[in-house]
């Protein structure tokens, strides 16, 4: 007898709450207001284009053109990355029999030999049982976590983020990353570079709203600058511990210590497994890092040196023990024969 499928899980729009693009919209603002700003009310006034060329000052001019070039070229890389983090799915639980719950599930049928071999799961729940999703009727495979937000099951969730009205999960982590990246080169750049123009503005009683402008933008660009590069920081420390912010906040890591990550397979391998395997491309909104996102232990993870440094204790214990036993059993003999010749 057949058996028969379940139901395909009905799969709602991504954007289909329009409010959540209120943060995105704030977030657009913010970008908009800070390049207007910079290159309006700081660099364009530093060009000098009402003066005669005689009458410029050169190094300044300079100065203006090399910061215009620097700032488009980060902006853009910016606004890429921005838009990629938002439109690219961070990825879902495949939509394989494999992985409902619990109807078709292989792990039924009690004699199939690879039923553990099918997933390769590290993961379980306390009770030993593989984790399941209440909500979407599934198994969980290793580092998936379920979003209410984005109600489905994201593979590698870092976390929601509301200002890209998106998960951070597998398939978009680099591009979040590279986000923070060019988000603190772009306001470092705008907060001490502009420090000159509000000095100027200030010392040459400018028109109010040149000078308010600045001030503005030096304010906020100041601030995000400080609050996006403690946040940069923090995940940078987070790729080369192999962690994602749900893993960092969950208490068997507390008890565990933050250096007891069973993905960590290193810092180069850390590095390859966000930013992708080209190092020509890690810095470019390009080049995702290669796999699925189903599975995460590798021959360098920690998990499996470790189990393979415990296999061959046990290998070695195994052998003292036959080998001492061998030799009691040979002592036994001689002195047996010993006693029988005599």
């Known amino acids: 007898m057949k058996s028969v499928d379940p139901p395909a899980n009905k799969t709602r729009p991504r954007f289909g709450e329009p409010a959540k693009f209120l943060p995105v919209l704030f977030v657009v603002g913010i970008i908009s207001s800070l390049y207007c700003i910079y290159v309006f009310h700081h660099c364009v006034p ?39 983090s938002i439109m690219i799915h961070p990825g879902e639980i495949p939509n394989d029999p494999l992985w409902n719950y619990p109807a078709q599930d292989f792990r039924a049928d009690q004699n199939d030999p690879e039923k553990e071999a099918k997933l390769n799961l590290q993961e379980q729940k ?26 489905t099951c994201i593979l590698k969730m870092d976390h929601h983020c509301p200002w890209i009205y998106n998960c951070v999960g597998f398939r978009n982590h680099k591009y979040f990353f590279l986000l923070l990246f060019y988000a603190v080169i772009a306001c470092n750049l705008i907060a001490f570079t502009m420090f000159e123009s509000v ?51 969950e208490k068997s890591m507390k008890q565990s210590g933050y250096d007891g990550s069973a993905y960590d397979q290193g810092g180069m ?46 290998t070695r214990s195994r052998g003292s023990k036959r080998s001492g036993g061998g030799r009691g059993s040979g002592d036994e003999y001689s002195s047996t024969g010993e006693t029988g010749a005599s």
């Open 46 to 84: 530093m060009l000098q284009h009402k003066l005669a060329p005689a009458l410029r000052n050169q190094a300044m001019e300079q100065r203006a053109l090399i910061q215009l070039a620097i700032f488009h070229y980060v902006t853009l890389l910016l606004l890429i990355c921005y838009i990629r």
């Open 126 to 151: 306390r009770s030993g049982e593989r984790r399941n999703c209440k909500w979407c009727g599934k198994y969980k495979p290793d580092r998936c976590h379920h979003c209410r937000v984005c109600r």
């Open 199 to 249: 000095q100027r503005s200030v010392d040459a009683n400018a028109p109010f709203m040149s000078m308010f402008a600045l001030l503005f933008g030096e304010t906020l660009s100041s601030f995000l600058a400080i609050l996006v590069t403690c946040f940069f920081g923090f995940h940078i420390w987070l790729m080369m511990k192999a962690m994602t912010t749900i893993e960092f906040c």
């Open 269 to 314: 391998q850390n590095i390859l497994g966000v930013l992708g395997p080209n190092p020509l491309l890690w810095l470019l909104p390009l080049g995702a890092p290669t796999g699925d996102g189903l599975s995460y232990v590798g021959e360098h993870s920690k998990l499996t040196v470790d189990m393979a440094a415990n296999q061959r204790k046990k």
